[in-house]
C-alpha cells in the first residue's frame, strides 16, 4: 500500500522540509490467516511477526501485522494537514516499521527535536544510576549532590520529589530558564515557596534540569556520555543532547536525533527494557516510572496516552507513544531546523527552529493509529 503524501515545513523559536520523501512499507507475502475484518480495504494478517531492528529497521506493510492501513492513513493525512509543520510519521509494531512518512525535502537521515520528550530520557537515565548503585534509591537527598542546598530549608528534597512535580520550589518560566546562559544554577537558586512533598503545580522543567545534574553528580560523567555507554550502543540509538552555554545538559528538553532512532527508544520501553537477549533497563524501573502515565497522572517524566499506554511528549506535537500490550510504538515529530553556527549550544542566535501545528490533536492522532489494530 502506498502512502499518500503531504507537504509541509515545520518552524519555531521557543523554550521544536522540500520532494516528498517515503519509506514505502514491504507488503509481506500472503499468510495462511488473513480475514477480512471490520470493513478494511485490506485483508489483514492475524498472525504477526516479531523482530529487532538490526542497523536498518525491517518494514512491513500494516495489514501483514494486523493493522488496518486505513486508520493509519487517516492518522497520517490528518498530521500532514496544512499548517500542521509535521516533520516525520512512524508507526512500529512488532519491531517493524509498518508507516513512515516524511513532509518535503524531508528523509529518515534528517533529525528532528526532542523538546520535552528528553524528560523521558532523563527519567531513564536516573533508573539506570540507581541500578548502578551510583544513587541509593528515590528517597535520597537531592542535596547529596547539590551542596548548596546542605543545612538549608531545601536540604529535605528527595529525589522522588523532583520526579513527580513536589518539590515546591518556585516555578521558573520556560522561556526564562531556556534564555538563560546557566541554566542548572537558576534552577538551583530557586526559593521554596511550599513544603516539599506538596504539588503546587503540574509541570517543572527546571525540576528535570536537577534531575539530570543528580545523574551526572552520581556518574562523574554528562547525560550524554551515560546515555550512550548504557543505552545508545547497545540499540544503536544516535543523538546529540543540547547544552546551555555554560556546558550544562539541557535534560528538560533538547535531545536531537533522527525519528528512526527514537523509535529504538521507543521499542525498548515496549519490551519492558529488554533489547534482544539483554535487559537493558530493570523492569522494576519500567514499571515504577511508567505506572502513573498508565493510571492517567503524569509522573517520572512520562505522560498518559490511553489504551494501557504512555507517552514521551515534547511542545508542539513532538511524541513517542508506547503501548507495550500491542508492541506498538507512535511517533509523530515537527519539521525542525538547528539555527545559528549548527554546534548544539544554546546561546545567542543557536535555539531550536519548530513550529505550533494549527490543526492537531494528540489524542485524536494516537487514536487513529490505535483503532487501527484489528487482532
Known amino acids: 500500500m502506498k502512502f499518500r503524501i503531504l507537504i509541509f515545513i515545520f518552524i519555531l523559536q521557543g523554550c521544536g522540509g522540500g520532494s516528498s520523501s ?10 495462511t490467516n488473513n480475514s477480512q475484518t471490520s470493513g478494511c480495504s485490506v485483508a489483514v494478517n492475524t498472525q504477526e511477526g516479531y523482530t529487532w ?10 495489514e501483514t501485522q494486523g493493522m488496518c492501513p486505513d486508520q493509519i492513513n487517516e492518522a497520517i493525512e490528518y498530521a500532514f494537514q496544512s499548517d500542521n509543520y509535521t516533520g516525520s510519521v512512524m508507526v512500529i509494531r512488532n519491531g517493524y516499521i509498518v508507516a513512515e512518512q516524511y513532509s518535503n525535502n524531508r528523509s529518515s537521515t534528517d533529525l528532528v527535536t526532542s523538546w520535552s520528550v528528553a524528560k523521558s530520557f532523563t527519567s531513564m537515565l536516573v533508573g539506570l544510576a540507581i541500578e548502578d548503585s ?38 521558573l518560566d520556560g522561556g526564562d530558564l531556556y534564555n538563560a546562559d546557566d541554566q542548572l544554577q ?36 554528562n547525560l550524554q556520555e551515560y546515555l550512550d555507554s548504557r543505552i545508545a550502543g547497545t540499540i544503536r540509538f544516535s543523538g546529540e543532547w543540547w547544552k546551555d552555554n ?12 533522527t525519528p528512526r532512532d527514537f523509535a529504538r527508544f521507543g521499542l525498548l520501553f515496549s519490551r519492558n527494557g529488554v533489547w534482544e537477549d539483554q535487559q537493558l533497563i530493570p523492569s522494576s524501573w519500567v514499571s515504577e ?31 513517542i507513544s508506547i503501548y507495550p500490550e500491542e508492541d506498538l510504538v507512535i511517533l509523530r515529530f515537527s519539521s525542525y531546523t538547528r539555527m545559528g553556527d549548527g554546534s ?32
Open 134 to 171: 551510583l544513587i541509593n534509591s528515590l528517597d535520597q537527598k537531592v542535596s547529596d549532590f547539590i551542596n548548596k542546598w546542605k543545612s538549608g530549608e531545601k536540604e529535605i528534597i528527595t529525589l522522588r520529589q523532583l520526579m513527580n512535580v513536589q518539590t515546591a520550589l518556585e516555578l
Open 246 to 257: 555554560t556546558g550544562n545538559t539541557m535534560a528538560y528538553c533538547c535531545l536531537d536525533s
Open 289 to 319: 516510572s511508567t505506572t502513573k502515565a498508565l493510571e492517567g497522572e503524569y509522573g517520572f517524566y512520562w505522560w498518559p496516552a490511553g489504551n494501557n499506554g504512555y507517552s514521551a511528549l515534547g511542545v508542539q506535537g513532538q511524541i
Open 22 to 31: 517515503v519509506d514505502e512499507p514491504i507488503v509481506s507475502s500472503s499468510s
Open 344 to 375: 548544539a549550544i544554546r546561546k545567542g542566535n543557536n535555539y531550536h527552529s519548530t513550529q505550533e501545528p494549527m490543526n492537531f490533536d494528540n489524542s485524536i492522532f494516537l487514536e487513529k493509529v490505535f483503532s487501527s489494530i484489528e487482532n
Open 53 to 62: 531492528p538490526a542497523l536498518n529497521w525491517e518494514i512491513a506493510s500494516p
Open 186 to 221: 537558576i534552577s538551583i537558586d530557586r526559593n521554596l515557596i511550599g513544603t516539599p512533598g506538596e504539588k503546587l503545580y503540574s509541570y517543572s522543567n527546571s525540576d528535570v534540569m536537577l534531575a539530570g545534574h543528580v545523574v551526572e553528580q552520581a556518574s562523574g560523567t
